[in-house]
């Protein structure tokens, strides 16, 4: 609810520009690290990636998945069939078979040109395998960093986002800087309704009072300014409905 989409925004144009990236980083040579969400937005880009090498947009190179990504994977592939899924029948490990390991692990994954990581956390907090990973990846111009959710401003990855190529980047408190060299880019794949579409449904709904929670003050106030009989409750306060 804090930004407008995009006039025009198709998730197919979006899809494409994301595939593109991806296709012209390995070509030249570097890898691609995608932080996801543990839940969600990593079985969502790895269908995505299978999708797309199945029906040749993306070539065979080798994909990664590490940190509670892979836990939550196994467990999304097990309960898949008894949830509607876009793909019935489609199991993430059994039929992709991603690379899975994990910083912390056995198996060290390793950083190797013309590779795919789609690594936990989404906002590259610290001490997860996506902000450990990225400590030898952001400084190589080669190598592209593909934002595909919301990440905090005040987050590792919010950080990222909001840089310029070559600002000095400190992925941890007890890490020195490191330089952003490799190239960034944020695409829209949020699974959230955008917030036209909430607008609407709060006018159409017409309710005696509508309860403003879960939202950045700005957003708050953009839905307040339009929706009649509106709250923002304060924290600890009592409300009447």
């Given at each position: 609810?804090d930004?407008?989409?995009?006039?025009g925004?198709?998730r197919?144009?979006?899809e494409?520009r994301?595939i593109?990236?991806?296709?012209?980083?390995?070509?030249?040579?570097?890898?691609?690290?995608?932080?996801?969400?543990?839940?969600g937005?990593?079985?969502?880009?790895?269908?995505?990636?299978?999708?797309?090498?199945?029906?040749?947009?993306?070539?065979?190179v080798?994909?990664?998945?590490?940190?509670?990504?892979?836990?939550?994977?196994?467990?999304?592939?097990?309960?898949?069939?008894?949830?509607?899924?876009?793909?019935?029948?489609?199991?993430?490990?059994?039929d992709?078979?991603?690379?899975?390991?994990?910083?912390r692990g056995?198996?060290?994954?390793?950083l190797?040109?013309?590779?795919?990581?789609?690594?936990?956390?989404?906002?590259?907090?610290?001490?997860?395998?996506?902000?450990?990973?990225?400590?030898?990846?952001?400084?190589?111009?080669?190598?592209?960093?593909?934002?595909?959710?919301?990440?905090?401003?005040?987050?590792p990855?919010?950080?990222?986002?909001?840089?310029?190529?070559?600002?000095?980047?400190?992925?941890?408190?007890?890490?020195?800087?490191?330089?952003?060299?490799?190239?960034?880019?944020?695409?829209?794949?949020?699974?959230?309704a955008?917030?036209?579409?909430?607008?609407?449904?709060?006018?159409?709904?017409?309710?005696?009072?509508?309860?403003?929670?879960?939202?950045?003050?700005?957003?708050?106030?953009?839905?307040?300014?339009?929706?009649?009989?509106?709250?923002?409750?304060?924290?600890g306060?009592?409300?009447?409905?």
């Open positions: 609810g930004s407008p989409r995009l006039p925004y198709q197919r144009n979006e494409e994301f593109g990236d991806i296709r012209r980083c390995i070509a030249a040579g570097g890898a691609v690290l995608i932080p996801v969400f543990a839940i937005k990593t079985q969502e880009v790895l269908t995505m990636l299978h999708q797309c090498r199945e029906d040749g947009r993306l070539p065979e080798p994909v990664y998945i590490g940190g509670l990504s892979t836990k939550m994977t196994v467990i999304y592939d097990k309960f898949s069939d008894s949830t509607r899924r876009c793909f019935p029948g489609f199991k993430i490990l059994r992709m078979n991603p690379i899975t390991g994990n910083r056995r198996r060290r994954i390793p190797e040109p013309g590779s795919i990581y789609a690594l936990s956390s989404g906002m590259m907090t610290e001490n997860t395998t996506s902000n450990g990973f990225a400590r030898g990846f952001i400084d190589n111009p080669a190598n592209m960093l593909l934002f595909v959710g919301y990440a905090d401003p005040d987050s990855g919010g950080k990222i986002r909001s840089a310029r190529p070559g600002d000095k980047i400190r992925l941890a408190e007890d890490l020195p800087e490191v330089a952003l060299n490799c190239g960034v880019e944020i695409y829209d794949f949020s699974g959230h955008p917030r036209d579409q909430l607008l609407e449904f709060m006018q159409r709904t017409n309710a005696r009072q509508t309860v403003l929670v879960h939202g950045d003050p700005a957003a708050q106030e953009w839905f307040a300014g339009r929706v009649e009989r509106t709250v923002v409750p304060s924290p306060k009592p409300l009447r409905l």
